[in-house]
């Protein structure tokens, strides 16, 4: 393989940062400072027949789109590093199969496949790394719109939106209409009236528009492996007492929504260790060595 010139950005062009909430995409500090076909200007003059002058993009333009569509994509920056070629499976065959379906999601989608992706699995599992890295090939290496939006972060936006008179059609434009949404942790809230109205909005526009909607949730079809929640009670002796409360993802997010679900993406789950422990960090490369 042929050692890219370029440290920084691997010749892609491109360097991405961590900042703010957000990852952030530039032209490469190292090799893009000025491009070199139209000396920075984005455009190339050439005569025609006439001899009558006439402008056209240059190919840098392409570039700067892309660079566009990642920072519009809001990844969040912690993940702003993941890639596929980085991307630690860790001797996990269920996260193996989970990155493969992701890789070979864009010739599903070339192909005409609208329906989506719904990760499911444990915390720490690989899930919210996972989206990032698609919408990172999706809007920098294929040039499409796409969006990432956490779900309980969603909500407090579109709450702000209502404090300054905007409306809840106003609010969910970008939402219903960017070509890829990813909406992270899916199931995350209090369940009540309002949060379920919203997300059952937002499914069924994407889905009467056979638009490509991507989601990572912490709850599964068996309560055994949903994530658990403590609730408090009465422990019989006049004091409190906690207990876990396990809920599947049909349970939180009540049926309709579910076969929505079930009609618009494929269900992955992914099994194994909270990575975000150092010790199963640890432990995982002690295996490898």
């Not at 996990?92 to 989970?98: D, E, G, V």
Request: proline content about 2%; hydrophobic content about 30%.
């Amino acid at each position: 393989m042929k050692k890219p010139k370029c440290a920084i950005c691997n010749d892609t062009g491109i360097e991405i940062v961590p900042r703010g909430r957000f990852a952030a995409a530039d032209r490469c500090s190292g090799c893009q400072t000025s491009c070199q076909i139209c000396d920075g200007t984005g455009y190339l003059f050439e005569l025609d027949e006439n001899g009558r002058e006439h402008a056209q993009k240059c190919q840098c333009q392409d570039l700067s789109y892309r660079i566009m569509l990642y920072n519009n994509a809001q990844i969040p920056s912690q993940f702003y590093d993941a890639t596929f070629e980085n991307f630690d499976i860790s001797g996990n065959p269920s996260l193996k199969s989970a990155l493969d379906t992701a890789r070979f999601s864009f010739k599903n989608y070339q192909n005409g496949k609208w329906e989506g992706l719904l990760f499911m699995g444990g915390v720490g599992v690989g899930k919210t790394r996972l989206v990032s890295t698609m919408l990172r090939d999706y809007t920098l290496k294929y040039g499409i719109p796409c969006l990432f939006k956490e779900f309980s972060s969603l909500l407090s936006e579109i709450k702000s939106g209502y404090d300054k008179g905007l409306s809840e059609t106003n609010l969910l434009e970008s939402i219903n209409n960017i070509d890829i949404l990813v909406i992270d942790e899916l199931g995350k809230g209090r369940k009540s009236d309002w949060e379920i109205n919203i997300l059952d909005t937002i499914i069924s526009n994407r889905y009467n528009m056979r638009k490509t909607t991507i989601f990572t949730t912490n709850y599964t079809d068996s309560k055994s492996t949903s994530l658990g929640e403590t609730a408090g009670q009465k422990d019989g002796k006049g004091g409190a007492a906690e207990s876990e409360r396990r809920e599947t993802l049909e349970q939180r997010v009540y049926s309709r929504i579910y076969s929505r679900l079930k009609g618009m993406t494929d269900f992955i789950v992914i099994n194994g260790p909270d990575f975000r422990d150092p010790r199963n960090r640890y432990t995982t490369r002690s295996k490898k060595r």
